[in-house]
């Protein structure tokens, strides 16, 4: 059903092109940044991770959610090897202690500057 038309106006229906093209892009990307994380010694995880708390002081768990776009059980085994490996630190809430706060160390923060150097996208 590729390129019918669409709404009967005579133009053609571009979505299934326009998908397939995203789509490798996603794919040649995914794979480009993969290469790039690998030399930090890092899940592409555990990097958003550390890029979303860079730029973000003191994140709750349920923010990172949306950042990984993964399930709370992952993220939460992502956190804890972060954690472990001193990347990051994990705090209670004080005014709710259900919440976790996530914090970016030092060595976290040192991890992303060297990433910053390797994951910098250059447009010609």
């Known amino acids: 059903m590729e390129n019918e038309d669409c709404c009967d106006t005579g133009e053609k ?3 299934p092109d326009i998908f397939e093209i995203i789509g490798k892009i996603g794919k040649r990307l995914e ?11 890092i899940s ?3 990097y ?3 890029r979303h708390l860079q730029k973000n002081e003191n994140v709750q768990v349920k923010d990172l959610l949306s950042v990984c776009q ?3 059980s ?3 085994g992502n956190l804890k ?9 994990r705090e209670l809430k004080p005014n709710d202690k259900r919440s976790w706060i996530v914090s970016i ?11 910053t150097s390797i994951m910098e996208l250059k447009i010609s």
């Open 48 to 50: 958003l991770i550390l």
């Open 81 to 89: 090897t972060l954690e472990k490996d001193g990347y990051i630190t």
């Open 105 to 115: 160390t030092e060595k976290g923060a040192n991890l992303q500057t060297e990433e």
């Open 13 to 15: 229906n571009l979505f």
């Open 74 to 76: 992952t993220l939460s």
């Open 44 to 46: 592409t995880a555990h």
């Open 31 to 41: 794979k480009f940044q993969k290469g790039k994380v690998s030399k930090l010694n």
């Open 70 to 72: 993964c399930e709370k």
